[in-house]
Protein backbone atom coordinates (compact mmCIF):
# COMPACT_ATOMS: atom_id res chain seq x y z
CA UNK A 1 0.00 0.00 0.00
CA UNK A 2 1.04 3.48 -1.00
CA UNK A 3 2.00 5.59 1.78
CA UNK A 4 1.54 9.02 3.14
CA UNK A 5 4.08 11.76 4.07
CA UNK A 6 3.27 14.14 6.52
CA UNK A 7 6.32 16.93 6.47
CA UNK A 8 6.84 18.93 9.86
CA UNK A 9 10.06 20.05 8.79
CA UNK A 10 10.86 23.61 8.00
CA UNK A 11 13.08 23.38 4.63
CA UNK A 12 12.96 22.98 0.59
CA UNK A 13 10.92 19.88 -1.66
CA UNK A 14 12.99 19.15 -4.48
CA UNK A 15 12.68 16.52 -6.91
CA UNK A 16 16.37 15.43 -7.26
CA UNK A 17 17.58 12.26 -8.80
CA UNK A 18 14.22 11.27 -10.05
CA UNK A 19 12.54 11.10 -6.24
CA UNK A 20 11.94 13.16 -3.88
CA UNK A 21 14.51 15.27 -1.64
CA UNK A 22 13.76 16.89 1.57
CA UNK A 23 16.87 19.19 2.39
CA UNK A 24 15.94 20.69 5.70
CA UNK A 25 17.12 24.15 7.39
CA UNK A 26 20.56 22.71 8.63
CA UNK A 27 21.16 21.16 5.36
CA UNK A 28 20.26 17.60 6.08
CA UNK A 29 19.19 15.72 3.21
CA UNK A 30 16.49 13.04 3.60
CA UNK A 31 15.28 11.35 0.54
CA UNK A 32 11.72 9.67 -0.06
CA UNK A 33 10.94 7.10 -2.09
CA UNK A 34 8.93 8.68 -4.56
CA UNK A 35 7.47 5.39 -6.23
CA UNK A 36 5.87 4.51 -3.08
CA UNK A 37 4.21 7.39 -2.03
CA UNK A 38 0.82 8.09 -2.56
CA UNK A 39 -0.20 11.51 -0.80
CA UNK A 40 2.05 14.46 0.62
CA UNK A 41 0.94 16.34 3.61
CA UNK A 42 2.75 19.55 4.59
CA UNK A 43 2.25 21.23 8.26
CA UNK A 44 5.55 22.57 7.77
CA UNK A 45 7.25 26.07 5.98
CA UNK A 46 8.50 24.13 3.24
CA UNK A 47 9.63 25.97 -0.40
CA UNK A 48 9.25 23.98 -3.52
CA UNK A 49 8.88 24.71 -7.40
CA UNK A 50 6.71 24.00 -10.11
CA UNK A 51 9.46 21.46 -11.40
CA UNK A 52 8.67 19.29 -8.22
CA UNK A 53 4.62 20.10 -8.80
CA UNK A 54 4.99 18.64 -12.62
CA UNK A 55 7.20 15.77 -11.23
CA UNK A 56 4.11 14.68 -8.47
CA UNK A 57 2.16 14.95 -11.37
CA UNK A 58 3.53 12.24 -13.21
CA UNK A 59 4.00 10.07 -10.32
CA UNK A 60 0.38 10.92 -9.56
CA UNK A 61 0.91 11.88 -6.16
CA UNK A 62 -1.69 14.16 -4.63
CA UNK A 63 -0.10 17.88 -1.88
CA UNK A 64 -2.25 18.93 0.42
CA UNK A 65 -1.40 22.35 2.61
CA UNK A 66 -2.11 22.73 6.18
CA UNK A 67 -1.55 26.13 7.98
CA UNK A 68 -0.26 26.97 11.47
CA UNK A 69 -3.28 25.89 13.87
CA UNK A 70 -3.21 22.70 11.43
CA UNK A 71 -6.64 23.81 9.26
CA UNK A 72 -6.84 22.26 5.65
CA UNK A 73 -5.92 24.95 2.89
CA UNK A 74 -5.64 23.48 -0.27
CA UNK A 75 -4.17 20.60 -2.33
CA UNK A 76 -2.70 20.42 -5.49
CA UNK A 77 -4.60 18.01 -7.43
CA UNK A 78 -3.30 16.57 -10.16
CA UNK A 79 -4.53 16.24 -13.67
CA UNK A 80 -7.18 13.68 -12.99
CA UNK A 81 -5.45 10.40 -14.07
CA UNK A 82 -8.47 8.45 -14.24
CA UNK A 83 -10.69 10.96 -16.28
CA UNK A 84 -14.36 9.73 -17.63
CA UNK A 85 -16.63 11.75 -18.71
CA UNK A 86 -19.43 8.76 -18.44
CA UNK A 87 -18.77 8.90 -14.37
CA UNK A 88 -19.12 12.24 -13.68
CA UNK A 89 -22.50 12.63 -16.58
CA UNK A 90 -23.75 10.24 -14.39
CA UNK A 91 -22.84 11.76 -11.32
CA UNK A 92 -24.26 14.84 -12.40
CA UNK A 93 -27.72 12.78 -13.07
CA UNK A 94 -27.41 11.53 -9.48
CA UNK A 95 -27.08 15.30 -8.30
CA UNK A 96 -29.64 17.20 -10.57
CA UNK A 97 -32.27 14.61 -10.11
CA UNK A 98 -33.75 14.97 -6.75
CA UNK A 99 -34.96 12.08 -5.90
CA UNK A 100 -32.02 10.46 -6.73
CA UNK A 101 -29.85 12.97 -4.83
CA UNK A 102 -32.11 12.11 -1.12
CA UNK A 103 -31.51 8.80 -1.85
CA UNK A 104 -27.48 8.69 -1.56
CA UNK A 105 -27.98 11.63 1.22
CA UNK A 106 -29.60 9.45 3.00
CA UNK A 107 -27.68 6.55 2.27
CA UNK A 108 -24.70 8.85 4.01
CA UNK A 109 -26.10 10.05 6.89
CA UNK A 110 -27.43 6.12 7.46
CA UNK A 111 -24.00 5.43 7.48
CA UNK A 112 -22.93 7.80 9.65
CA UNK A 113 -25.66 7.11 12.28
CA UNK A 114 -25.17 3.05 12.49
CA UNK A 115 -21.32 4.42 12.53
CA UNK A 116 -22.04 6.20 15.75
CA UNK A 117 -24.41 3.82 17.44
CA UNK A 118 -21.41 0.94 17.39
CA UNK A 119 -19.04 2.76 19.41
CA UNK A 120 -21.91 4.37 21.76
CA UNK A 121 -23.07 0.46 22.16
CA UNK A 122 -19.48 -0.76 22.66
CA UNK A 123 -19.11 1.79 25.29
CA UNK A 124 -22.05 1.07 26.70
CA UNK A 125 -21.23 -2.79 26.82
CA UNK A 126 -18.32 -1.47 28.67
CA UNK A 127 -19.20 1.41 31.19
CA UNK A 128 -23.32 1.50 30.74
CA UNK A 129 -25.41 4.25 31.27
CA UNK A 130 -25.70 5.13 27.30
CA UNK A 131 -28.89 3.14 26.91
CA UNK A 132 -30.72 6.88 26.24
CA UNK A 133 -28.15 7.85 23.60
CA UNK A 134 -28.42 4.86 21.89
CA UNK A 135 -32.50 5.17 21.92
CA UNK A 136 -31.74 8.41 20.49
CA UNK A 137 -29.78 7.21 17.52
CA UNK A 138 -32.18 4.29 16.90
CA UNK A 139 -34.96 6.89 17.04
CA UNK A 140 -32.83 9.16 14.20
CA UNK A 141 -32.51 6.32 12.10
CA UNK A 142 -36.21 5.98 11.65
CA UNK A 143 -36.81 9.61 11.55
CA UNK A 144 -33.77 9.60 8.83
CA UNK A 145 -36.30 7.11 6.51
CA UNK A 146 -38.92 9.77 6.70
CA UNK A 147 -36.92 13.09 5.66
CA UNK A 148 -38.27 14.09 2.39
CA UNK A 149 -35.78 17.16 1.72
CA UNK A 150 -31.66 16.69 1.76
CA UNK A 151 -31.91 19.53 5.27
CA UNK A 152 -33.87 17.29 6.90
CA UNK A 153 -31.54 14.63 6.28
CA UNK A 154 -28.64 16.75 7.32
CA UNK A 155 -30.84 18.18 10.36
CA UNK A 156 -31.83 14.59 11.71
CA UNK A 157 -27.80 13.60 11.56
CA UNK A 158 -26.84 17.03 12.93
CA UNK A 159 -29.23 16.46 16.10
CA UNK A 160 -28.14 12.77 16.38
CA UNK A 161 -24.66 13.58 16.40
CA UNK A 162 -25.24 16.56 19.24
CA UNK A 163 -26.50 13.74 21.40
CA UNK A 164 -23.39 11.43 20.37
CA UNK A 165 -21.22 13.89 21.39
CA UNK A 166 -22.44 14.42 24.92
CA UNK A 167 -21.86 10.17 25.63
CA UNK A 168 -18.23 11.32 24.97
CA UNK A 169 -18.93 12.95 28.24
CA UNK A 170 -19.01 8.86 29.35
CA UNK A 171 -16.96 7.08 27.04
CA UNK A 172 -13.53 9.53 27.96
CA UNK A 173 -12.61 9.28 31.40
CA UNK A 174 -10.80 12.36 31.43
CA UNK A 175 -12.47 15.90 33.09
CA UNK A 176 -9.80 17.51 30.90
CA UNK A 177 -12.25 16.07 27.51
CA UNK A 178 -16.01 17.50 29.02
CA UNK A 179 -18.02 18.50 25.93
CA UNK A 180 -20.94 21.05 26.40
CA UNK A 181 -21.14 22.37 23.00
CA UNK A 182 -19.29 22.11 19.54
CA UNK A 183 -17.42 24.92 18.51
CA UNK A 184 -15.10 25.42 15.45
CA UNK A 185 -13.70 28.23 14.05
CA UNK A 186 -12.11 28.52 16.56
CA UNK A 187 -12.27 25.33 18.35
CA UNK A 188 -12.78 26.42 22.13
CA UNK A 189 -11.96 23.02 23.98
CA UNK A 190 -9.69 19.90 23.68
CA UNK A 191 -12.15 18.49 22.50
CA UNK A 192 -12.91 20.43 19.62
CA UNK A 193 -9.14 20.50 18.76
CA UNK A 194 -9.08 16.72 18.68
CA UNK A 195 -11.83 16.52 16.22
CA UNK A 196 -11.58 19.59 14.23
CA UNK A 197 -8.17 18.12 13.10
CA UNK A 198 -9.16 14.48 12.75
CA UNK A 199 -12.02 15.40 10.74
CA UNK A 200 -9.45 17.57 8.27
CA UNK A 201 -7.36 15.28 8.00
CA UNK A 202 -10.15 12.24 7.22
CA UNK A 203 -11.11 14.36 4.29
CA UNK A 204 -7.90 14.69 3.10
CA UNK A 205 -7.57 10.66 3.24
CA UNK A 206 -10.81 10.58 1.56
CA UNK A 207 -9.82 12.87 -1.24
CA UNK A 208 -6.95 11.29 -2.08
CA UNK A 209 -9.01 8.33 -2.35
CA UNK A 210 -11.17 9.61 -4.73
CA UNK A 211 -8.04 10.62 -7.06
CA UNK A 212 -7.69 6.94 -7.58
CA UNK A 213 -11.29 6.31 -8.60
CA UNK A 214 -12.89 7.81 -11.52
CA UNK A 215 -15.25 10.21 -9.55
CA UNK A 216 -15.26 13.70 -9.37
CA UNK A 217 -14.69 15.01 -5.57
CA UNK A 218 -16.72 18.41 -6.58
CA UNK A 219 -20.10 16.84 -6.79
CA UNK A 220 -21.13 15.86 -3.26
CA UNK A 221 -25.12 14.23 -2.79
CA UNK A 222 -25.53 14.78 1.28
CA UNK A 223 -22.80 18.36 1.32
CA UNK A 224 -24.34 20.59 -1.47
CA UNK A 225 -22.15 21.17 -4.67
CA UNK A 226 -21.02 24.67 -4.53
CA UNK A 227 -18.46 26.79 -6.35
CA UNK A 228 -15.41 26.48 -4.66
CA UNK A 229 -15.43 23.71 -2.62
CA UNK A 230 -14.79 19.53 -3.17
CA UNK A 231 -17.69 17.90 -1.28
CA UNK A 232 -17.99 14.09 -2.40
CA UNK A 233 -14.89 13.25 -0.02
CA UNK A 234 -17.24 15.34 2.73
CA UNK A 235 -19.55 12.65 2.10
CA UNK A 236 -17.55 9.62 1.78
CA UNK A 237 -15.88 10.94 5.65
CA UNK A 238 -19.34 11.00 7.47
CA UNK A 239 -19.70 7.32 7.65
CA UNK A 240 -16.08 6.72 8.64
CA UNK A 241 -15.48 9.59 11.34
CA UNK A 242 -17.26 7.74 14.11
CA UNK A 243 -14.99 4.31 13.73
CA UNK A 244 -12.05 6.38 12.78
CA UNK A 245 -11.40 8.81 13.72
CA UNK A 246 -13.64 9.15 16.82
CA UNK A 247 -11.87 6.18 17.66
CA UNK A 248 -8.31 7.64 17.84
CA UNK A 249 -9.65 10.08 20.35
CA UNK A 250 -10.82 7.90 22.29
CA UNK A 251 -7.40 5.82 22.53
CA UNK A 252 -5.32 9.27 22.84
CA UNK A 253 -8.00 9.91 25.63
CA UNK A 254 -8.09 7.05 27.65
CA UNK A 255 -4.49 5.92 27.19
CA UNK A 256 -3.37 9.48 28.56
CA UNK A 257 -1.38 9.73 25.48
CA UNK A 258 -1.89 13.71 25.43
CA UNK A 259 -0.48 15.89 28.06
CA UNK A 260 -0.52 19.50 28.46
CA UNK A 261 2.10 20.17 25.80
CA UNK A 262 0.59 18.78 23.26
CA UNK A 263 -2.18 22.06 22.80
CA UNK A 264 -1.46 25.55 22.20
CA UNK A 265 -3.77 28.48 23.26
CA UNK A 266 -3.81 30.94 20.45
CA UNK A 267 -6.38 33.75 19.00
CA UNK A 268 -8.88 32.78 21.55
CA UNK A 269 -8.76 29.16 20.27
CA UNK A 270 -7.44 25.48 21.40
CA UNK A 271 -5.24 23.86 18.90
CA UNK A 272 -2.90 21.14 18.69
CA UNK A 273 0.94 21.99 19.08
CA UNK A 274 2.83 20.50 16.89
CA UNK A 275 3.64 17.74 18.85
CA UNK A 276 0.03 16.76 19.48
CA UNK A 277 -1.02 16.88 15.89
CA UNK A 278 2.70 14.45 15.45
CA UNK A 279 0.98 12.21 18.17
CA UNK A 280 -2.66 12.55 16.61
CA UNK A 281 -0.99 11.29 13.39
CA UNK A 282 0.34 8.51 14.49
CA UNK A 283 -2.66 7.14 15.47
CA UNK A 284 -4.40 7.62 12.87
CA UNK A 285 -2.10 6.33 10.67
CA UNK A 286 -2.44 2.91 12.67
CA UNK A 287 -5.78 2.98 12.25
CA UNK A 288 -5.97 3.36 8.73
CA UNK A 289 -3.32 0.41 8.34
CA UNK A 290 -5.62 -1.50 10.78
CA UNK A 291 -7.02 -4.71 9.00
CA UNK A 292 -10.59 -6.05 9.73
CA UNK A 293 -12.71 -8.72 8.21
CA UNK A 294 -14.79 -7.80 5.08
CA UNK A 295 -16.57 -10.38 3.04
CA UNK A 296 -13.57 -12.90 3.95
CA UNK A 297 -10.98 -10.75 3.09
CA UNK A 298 -8.12 -8.86 5.44
CA UNK A 299 -9.12 -5.20 4.58
CA UNK A 300 -7.42 -2.50 5.74
CA UNK A 301 -9.48 0.65 6.97
CA UNK A 302 -7.86 2.48 4.55
CA UNK A 303 -8.91 0.16 1.82
CA UNK A 304 -11.77 0.11 2.90
CA UNK A 305 -12.42 3.79 2.04
CA UNK A 306 -11.65 3.06 -1.42
CA UNK A 307 -14.16 0.34 -1.60
CA UNK A 308 -16.66 2.86 -0.51
CA UNK A 309 -15.75 5.03 -3.31
CA UNK A 310 -15.93 1.65 -5.59
CA UNK A 311 -19.68 1.64 -4.34
CA UNK A 312 -20.25 3.99 -5.15
CA UNK A 313 -19.67 4.13 -8.72
CA UNK A 314 -21.47 1.20 -9.08
CA UNK A 315 -24.57 2.77 -7.78
CA UNK A 316 -23.81 5.37 -9.74
CA UNK A 317 -23.68 3.00 -13.05
CA UNK A 318 -26.96 1.16 -11.82
CA UNK A 319 -25.32 -1.92 -11.27
CA UNK A 320 -26.00 -2.16 -7.58
CA UNK A 321 -27.46 -0.27 -4.90
CA UNK A 322 -24.66 1.69 -2.56
CA UNK A 323 -25.32 0.51 1.04
CA UNK A 324 -22.95 2.21 3.53
CA UNK A 325 -19.61 0.63 5.00
CA UNK A 326 -21.22 -0.39 8.55
CA UNK A 327 -18.63 -1.73 11.35
CA UNK A 328 -19.85 -5.00 12.99
CA UNK A 329 -18.12 -3.78 16.56
CA UNK B 1 6.14 -6.76 1.26
CA UNK B 2 8.87 -5.32 3.06
CA UNK B 3 12.35 -5.62 1.57
CA UNK B 4 15.66 -5.11 2.44
CA UNK B 5 18.40 -4.26 0.19
CA UNK B 6 22.05 -5.07 0.28
CA UNK B 7 24.41 -3.95 -2.81
CA UNK B 8 28.34 -4.28 -3.13
CA UNK B 9 28.91 -2.63 -6.56
CA UNK B 10 32.15 -1.56 -8.31
CA UNK B 11 32.99 1.68 -6.98
CA UNK B 12 32.08 3.94 -10.60
CA UNK B 13 28.52 2.07 -10.47
CA UNK B 14 28.01 3.01 -6.75
CA UNK B 15 25.65 6.66 -7.84
CA UNK B 16 23.69 4.80 -10.08
CA UNK B 17 22.22 2.21 -7.77
CA UNK B 18 21.89 4.78 -4.95
CA UNK B 19 19.85 7.18 -7.17
CA UNK B 20 17.61 3.92 -8.51
CA UNK B 21 17.33 2.26 -5.03
CA UNK B 22 16.17 6.16 -3.39
CA UNK B 23 13.52 6.01 -5.96
CA UNK B 24 12.03 2.59 -4.27
CA UNK B 25 13.32 2.72 -1.11
CA UNK B 26 14.54 4.44 2.44
CA UNK B 27 18.50 4.80 2.71
CA UNK B 28 19.60 2.95 5.89
CA UNK B 29 23.69 2.96 5.64
CA UNK B 30 25.83 3.03 3.48
CA UNK B 31 25.09 0.20 0.72
CA UNK B 32 21.62 -0.76 2.67
CA UNK B 33 17.95 0.02 1.52
CA UNK B 34 14.33 -1.05 3.30
CA UNK B 35 11.44 -0.88 2.52
CA UNK B 36 7.77 -1.24 1.86
CA UNK B 37 7.26 -2.02 -1.78
CA UNK B 38 4.66 -3.18 -3.78
CA UNK B 39 5.25 -6.56 -6.20
CA UNK B 40 5.15 -4.11 -9.33
CA UNK B 41 7.84 -1.60 -8.17
CA UNK B 42 10.02 -4.36 -7.02
CA UNK B 43 9.80 -5.95 -10.41
CA UNK B 44 10.87 -2.38 -11.47
CA UNK B 45 13.37 -1.94 -9.20
CA UNK B 46 14.94 -5.14 -9.91
CA UNK B 47 14.94 -4.18 -13.55
CA UNK B 48 16.04 -0.78 -13.26
CA UNK B 49 19.17 -2.00 -11.15
CA UNK B 50 20.38 -4.62 -13.83
CA UNK B 51 20.42 -2.26 -16.37
CA UNK B 52 23.17 -0.63 -14.31
CA UNK B 53 25.04 -3.76 -12.99
CA UNK B 54 28.05 -5.36 -13.97
CA UNK B 55 26.78 -9.08 -13.72
CA UNK B 56 30.45 -10.81 -13.41
CA UNK B 57 31.49 -8.31 -10.86
CA UNK B 58 28.47 -6.92 -9.08
CA UNK B 59 26.07 -8.50 -6.23
CA UNK B 60 22.48 -7.55 -4.83
CA UNK B 61 20.91 -9.65 -2.44
CA UNK B 62 17.28 -8.75 -1.43
CA UNK B 63 15.66 -10.30 2.19
CA UNK B 64 12.56 -10.20 1.46
CA UNK B 65 9.31 -10.31 4.26
CA UNK B 66 6.06 -10.79 3.64
CA UNK B 67 5.14 -8.51 6.50
CA UNK B 68 7.07 -7.13 9.23
CA UNK B 69 5.20 -8.87 11.46
CA UNK B 70 8.10 -11.06 12.51
CA UNK B 71 10.67 -8.27 11.67
CA UNK B 72 12.75 -6.92 14.79
CA UNK B 73 15.03 -4.00 14.17
CA UNK B 74 18.07 -3.37 16.51
CA UNK B 75 20.12 -0.72 16.21
CA UNK B 76 23.86 -0.16 18.08
CA UNK B 77 25.78 3.22 17.54
CA UNK B 78 24.04 6.27 15.44
CA UNK B 79 21.02 5.55 13.00
CA UNK B 80 21.97 6.91 10.35
CA UNK B 81 18.42 6.65 8.52
CA UNK B 82 15.66 5.24 8.92
CA UNK B 83 12.05 4.86 7.35
CA UNK B 84 9.07 7.17 8.74
CA UNK B 85 6.26 8.94 7.24
CA UNK B 86 6.13 11.51 9.75
CA UNK B 87 9.20 13.62 8.87
Not at chain 1, 72 to 97: A, I, R, V, W
Not at chain 1, 216 to 241: C, M, Q, W
Request: proline share 2%; hydrophobic share 35%.
Amino acid sequence: MKKTIYIFSIGEIKRKGNTLCLIKENGEKKYVPVSEISSLMIFGETTFNKRLLEFLSSNEITLHIFNHYGYYMGSFYPKTHYNSGFMTLKQCEHYLDYAKRLILARKFAEGSLRNMLRNVIYYHNRKGGLSSTIKFLEDASLKLREARTVEEVMAVEGQAKEQYYISFNTIIDDAEYHYEKRERMPPKSRLDALLSFGNSLLYVTVLSEIYKTHLDPRIGFLHATNYRKFSLNLDVAEVFKPIIVDRVIFTLTNKRMLDPSCYMEELGGVYLSEKGRKNFIEQYEDKLKQTISYERMRVSYQRMIRLELYKLEKHLIGEKEYEPFVTQW
Amino acid sequence: MFVIMVYDVGEERLPKVLSIGRRYLTWVQNSVFEGEISDANFIRLKDNLSKVIDKKYDAITFYILRTTAYLKKENLGVIKGESTTII
